[in-house]
């Protein structure tokens, strides 16, 4: 019966890294394209007037 709880253990393990592994990529995947997006294709316009006097 002990090596079930051990085979238990080692299976949980692998999944908890999985999902931690998965989780900071996600995170780190969408932060750093955020700021790369954001970077190059900035928002607004400009726009300048002039006067002839």
């Known amino acids: 019966m002990r090596g079930v709880s051990y085979l238990v253990a080692v299976v949980l393990m692998v999944i908890v890294t999985i999902a931690l592994g998965v989780a900071l990529y996600t995170y780190f995947h969408g932060w750093i394209g955020a700021k790369t ?3 190059t294709a900035p928002e607004g316009s ?8």
């Open 37 to 39: 997006s954001s970077a």
């Open 46 to 53: 400009l726009v300048v007037e002039g006067s002839r006097g």
